[in-house]
Nanobody
Framework: QVQLVESGGGLVQAGGSLSLSCAAS????????MGWYRQAPGKQRELVAT???????NYADSVKGRFTVSRDNTKNLVYLQMNSLKPEDTAVYYC???????????????WGKGTLVTVSS
């Protein structure tokens, strides 16, 4: 199976920066897409940014121009560089991967346990 472990969350002042990392490990055929989602208290989990093996990226409108997602395919790592942070960015950030365990299987979603990012005003 696939295990995802996030790191890098913490407390930062508004306008500051923070970097998140996620490592995927386990037995799998391939991981096509990796990325980040977040969930603030009382709100739905929402997409932040995703990236495919071919480096195609997708960002939520609220983070465009401020966040950058990148990936190391050889190590199955995904990163999220967050700049110009705002209090509304406060949330638990979850690493996500879409992959195939075996070549004959359908793609599946995998999730990390999350890391808390708190932006103070």
């Amino acid at each position: 199976q696939v295990q995802l472990v996030e790191s890098g969350g913490g407390l930062v002042q508004a306008g500051g920066s923070l970097s998140l990392s996620c490592a995927a490990s386990g037995s799998f055929f391939s991981i096509n897409r990796m990325g980040w989602y977040r969930q603030a208290p009382g709100k739905q989990r929402e997409l932040v940014a995703t990236i495919t093996r071919g480096a195609n990226t997708n960002y939520a409108d609220s983070v465009k121009g401020r966040f950058t997602v990148s990936r190391d395919n050889t190590k199955n790592l995904v990163y999220l560089q967050m700049n110009s942070l705002k209090p509304e960015d406060t949330a638990v950030y979850y690493c996500n991967a879409v992959g195939v365990i075996r070549a004959t299987d359908a793609a599946m979603n995998f999730w990390g346990k999350g890391t808390l990012v708190t932006v103070s005003s």
